[in-house]
């Protein structure tokens, strides 16, 4: 059974830093292409990023295009978020997913921008 838990998340001041990481199991992780969506207080699921099986191509929506950073460590299943430059507006639950639209996700991880 496919299995994703994000850790990582907490209370940040604007312009803070902050690094989610995702602990994969139980699927093909590195022959699966990953991303990243969050969930904003009263809004839908947003695809954040994408990164290739490989790691070797990402995508980012654009509000968030130059300050956040997806990796992976397939050796060690784990996927990540770098997020530089975080603002107010970058508050939600973060998920890791194996589909743009969150259909298979973790349970989430807060993260709160807020000062």
């Known amino acids: 059974e496919a299995q994703l838990v994000e850790s990582g998340g907490g209370l940040v001041q604007p312009g803070g830093s902050l690094r989610l990481s995702c602990a994969a199991s139980g699927f093909g992780f590195s022959t699966t292409t990953m991303y990243w969506v969050r969930q904003a207080p009263g809004k839908g699921l947003e695809w954040v990023s994408i990164?290739?099986?490989?790691?070797?191509?990402?995508y980012y929506t654009d509000s968030v295009r130059g300050r956040f950073t997806a990796s992976r460590d397939n050796a060690k299943n784990t996927l990540y978020l770098q997020m530089n430059s975080l603002k107010t507006e970058d508050t939600a639950v973060y998920y890791c997913?194996?589909?743009?639209?969150?259909?298979?996700r973790g349970q989430g991880t807060q993260v709160t921008v807020s000062s």
């Open positions: 990164i290739t099986n490989d790691g070797g191509d990402t």
């Open positions: 997913a194996t589909d743009p639209v969150g259909t298979r």
